[in-house]
């Protein structure tokens, strides 16, 4: 649910995320490098990167994110060049009454022709899974990247120039945090029907991006309120580096940590409010499938024809719980300070 | 209660005004620029049955004239005749909607305050334990699945399996069809707030002050129930402001799922049907609950932590 995570507000995504200034080195930073887990000295991409090899649920949820990530990226082509037929294939002989469970055929009998069954139209549901996938996936990552540029533009900013500007901007962010823009959004949908498939994901990309931003733009914020009285910053200044060059080459790498974390968090929340609106008829429209569409047509058979709405339903479940204990996880690695007491 | 306060609160009272006035004016437009209208449906209207129409409606005036009514309306909350429910004001169609909703959303948030507290909180107190591991692997499903997929699951199991609960309709808050619904849309609050208690409680547990009141003596069970609770809590505080408007939106795809008679059904139709006066009646009330609901909420933060100054 377009649980727009970022409606919380920031006293909540602070103690949730806890964005420290630096990543100091904490005791149990200290027991590590003593005992040899950690080099003394290894770069913070280098510990974090050994941290998360050591968290295990971390790295299960990587390999399975991958695993679906790659199979929807091959399975439509694989399928539709081992069968000749794409995933909105309908064959002659279907019948629209009758829907092949998982495993069976015509007949009856067992058969690896339909893993996960066919859809009332006689369409294999593993072929339409994968191919749905494709576009929850795409639409997750394009509108994350979408309110990363936003978000760490606004925040970085707001934070470097400060004062009178940064109170304006950010008194913004608290105006939109209070608004009920997901309903907006789907005024939004529902009254502009985009006539093509291109133009749907990119009203889809352009709403989900402009609403997911406005956490990631106090994050940037307050990392670099905290970085640019550094000496280094002084030192660019001095050298006479113009304002935009600092802020993009100096501050924000410096801030990546915990923008890396909170995009990888963004993603599953991006990815569940597209299935929430395709859900409810207003994102990715037919012959175009996504997850939440495949289980909102699967939701309307549930009575006879359950594994339609099951199988893109927990295919979906699946990635977004891998996602969120790989973010999670990321967020143990780069973060010492906020790692499990 | 301080002078400071008062102001902060008449302050964010003023300021509900401005909001409401941005998020009316933008669905407003939203719905006017559109292209098509009501009458712009599959079902064909005579050109002089729409002029009559149009007429009834104040739609034949200039855009400005209707832009004042619909703001003139708002101030005096009316929200003229829906167009697509014959006959029927908003103001009806809000009675007859808000208690399905609000019972539904009541009923979620009380159960996932429950749930929620318990389970992050023995969490907390039995931390890095299996109850621990179990709870937040719990919580973490919690957000995983999608109330969506979830609601059809239980429907699937409860009512279409075992019998237990109607799979659909609604029946009155003290009736089992709520069942099914208040445990869909509570399962992302519940992993929330067990998420939330568990990090407030841990970082409560290891202050001075539940020393204090260890050292006086106290069981550990008063340690917990009258001192640790208070503090570890503030963050479920701060959330129940965020969590109105995610209740809003899950009550969209629940009423939907289980065809209640609710507002976020209404508002769903409503978009469809391009019905205007209904779209901004429901989008006016959602943002003034909303808003009014955050302001509430940020005035009992202050009152639980003393340590909070505006």
């Known amino acids: 649910m377009p649980d727009f995570d970022d409606q919380a507000k920031p006293k909540l995504t602070d103690t949730e995320l806890h964005v420290g200034p630096e990543f100091a080195v904490a005791e149990r930073d200290v027991a590590e490098i003593v005992s040899g887990e950690i080099e003394a000295g290894a770069s913070l991409w280098r510990d974090a990167w050994r941290r998360l090899l050591r968290n295990r649920l971390a790295l299960i949820g990587i390999v399975i994110v991958l695993v679906i990530a790659l199979a929807c990226l091959i399975g439509p082509t694989v399928i539709e060049k081992a069968t000749g037929h794409p995933y909105d294939f309908i064959p002659r002989e279907a019948s629209l009454t009758k829907a092949f469970p998982p495993f069976r055929s015509a007949g009856g009998q067992f058969s690896w022709q339909h893993p996960m069954g066919t859809d009332t139209a006689g ?9 749905g996938g494709q576009i929850s996936l795409m639409v997750a990552l394009i509108a994350t990247v979408v309110s990363l540029v936003i978000g760490v533009t606004y925040g970085a900013t707001a934070g470097y120039v400060g004062g009178r500007i940064d109170d304006l901007m950010m008194r913004i962010v608290d105006v939109l945090y209070s608004l009920p823009y997901v309903i907006i959004v789907i005024v939004l949908l529902a009254l502009l029907p985009a006539k093509t498939p291109v133009g749907q994901m990119t009203e889809l990309f352009i709403a989900l991006g402009a609403v997911s931003w406005l956490t990631m733009a106090r994050i940037v914020r307050g990392q670099v ?5 550094q000496d280094f910053i002084l030192a660019a200044r001095a050298t006479g580096v113009s304002t935009p060059r600092i802020i993009f ?31 409810l008829g207003l994102g990715i429209r037919p012959p175009r499938v996504s997850w939440g569409s495949l289980a909102a047509e699967g939701a309307q058979n549930l009575a006879v024809y359950p594994w339609q709405m099951i199988f893109p339903g927990l295919t979906m479940a699946l990635m977004l719980f891998c996602l969120n204990f790989v973010g999670d996880g990321l967020r143990d690695a780069l973060d010492p300070q906020t790692r499990k007491q | ?13 003023i300021i509900i005004v401005p909001m409401l006035f941005v998020v009316v004016s933008l669905t407003w437009a939203l719905v006017r620029l559109a292209p098509g209208n009501f009458y712009s449906g599959e079902k064909k209207i005579a050109p002089a049955v729409e002029a009559n129409l149009r007429e009834k409606y104040g739609m034949d005036k200039p855009w400005y004239i209707q832009y004042g009514r619909v703001l003139r309306n708002i101030a005096r909350f009316d929200f003229g005749t829906s167009l697509k429910y014959e006959g029927q004001s908003v103001n009806q169609i809000l009675r007859r909607a808000l208690p399905v909703s609000a019972a539904l959303g009541f009923a979620s948030y009380l159960l996932a305050l429950v749930v929620g507290i318990t389970f992050g909180t023995l969490a907390a107190l039995k931390q890095n334990s299996w109850l621990d591991s179990l709870s937040m ?16 699951l239980l429907v699937l199991l409860f009512s279409l399996t075992l019998y237990w609960f109607p799979p659909a309709l609604w029946n009155g808050l003290a009736s089992k069809n709520i069942v099914l619904p208040a445990i869909t849309l509570s399962a992302i609050y519940i992993a929330y707030i067990a998420r939330l208690t568990r990090a407030g409680m841990l970082e409560v547990m290891r202050s001075d002050y539940i020393r204090t009141a260890r050292a006086k003596g106290l069981s550990e069970w008063q340690v917990v129930t009258r001192h640790a609770l208070r503090g570890g809590l503030l963050p479920v505080v701060s959330f129940s402001g965020p969590a109105l408007a995610f209740l809003i939106t899950g009550t969209v795809v629940v009423e939907k799922v289980f065809a209640l008679p609710g507002l976020g059904n209404y508002f769903i139709n409503a978009c469809f049907n391009r019905d205007e006066p209904l779209i901004i009646g429901i989008v006016a009330f959602i943002a003034v609950s909303v808003l009014v609901f955050n302001l509430l909420v940020d005035i009992s933060y202050a009152i639980i932590d003393p340590r909070i100054k505006y």
Not at chain 1, 123 to 131: E, G, H, I, Q, W
Not at chain 1, 266 to 276: D, H, K, R
């Open chain 1, 249 to 279: 080459r100096h501050l924000i790498p410096n801030a990546l940590g915990p923008v890396i974390v909170y995009a990888t968090l963004t993603i599953p929340t991006v990815m569940l409010s597209e299935a929430f609106l395709s859900f």
């Open chain 1, 225 to 229: 309120m905290s970085l640019k009285n």
């Open chain 2, 137 to 152: 692997v719990i919580a973490m499903l919690g957000i995983s699945i999608p109330n969506f997929v979830l609601g059809p």
């Open chain 1, 123 to 131: 369409r294999d549901v593993l072929a339409r899974v994968l191919s």
């Open chain 2, 1 to 13: 209660m301080p002078t400071k306060m008062l102001r902060f609160i008449v302050r964010r009272i």
